[in-house]
Nanobody, 123 residues
Framework: QVQLVESGGGLVQAGGSLRLSCATSGSIFSINSMDWYRQAPGKQRELVAG???????NYADSVKGRFTVSRDNAKNTVYLQMNSLKPEDTAVYYC?????????????????WGQGTLVTVSS
C-alpha cells in the first residue's frame, strides 16, 4: 500500500504565496518522478511542475518563474513553492508519483495519486 498526502492549500490573495507538500508513505523501494498537477473547475487536469529523482525540474509555461518544485528524497516528499499567485492559479492541486515497489525479487512501478488540496487565489 502507498499513500500520498498533500497539504498546504488554502485561500490567498493575488500576489501571495503558498507552499504545498506531498508526503509519500507505505511500501516504497524507490520513487522516480514526482509531479504536481492541477485541475480548475470545468477544465482538464494539467501538469504544473515535476522533478526527477536526480533533481531535474520542469514547469508549465504558465508557472515558470513563479513556482518552484523540489523534493526531499530522504523523506519521500515533494514540495511546490508558489509565489506571485494569480486568480487563474485557483484549482485543486494533485501530487503524482511513480513509485517502485519490490514484490518478491521483482520491481513493479506504481502510478500513485494524492487526494488533492484546494488552492484559491482571490483578486
Amino acid at each position: 500500500q502507498v499513500q500520498l498526502v498533500e497539504s498546504g492549500g488554502g485561500l490567498v490573495q493575488a500576489g501571495g504565496s503558498l507552499r504545498l507538500s506531498c508526503a509519500t508513505s507505505g511500501s516504497i523501494f524507490s520513487i522516480n518522478s514526482m509531479d504536481w498537477y492541477r485541475q480548475a473547475p470545468g477544465k482538464q487536469r494539467e501538469l504544473v511542475a515535476g522533478v526527477t529523482s536526480g533533481g531535474n525540474a520542469n514547469y508549465a509555461d504558465s508557472v515558470k518563474g513563479r513556482f518552484t518544485v523540489s523534493r526531499d528524497n530522504a523523506k519521500n516528499t515533494v514540495y511546490l513553492q508558489m509565489n506571485s499567485l494569480k486568480p487563474e492559479d485557483t484549482a485543486v492541486y494533485y501530487c503524482n508519483a511513480v513509485i517502485n515497489q519490490r514484490i518478491g525479487d521483482q520491481i513493479h512501478a506504481l502510478d500513485a495519486w494524492g487526494q488533492g488540496t484546494l488552492v484559491t487565489v482571490s483578486s
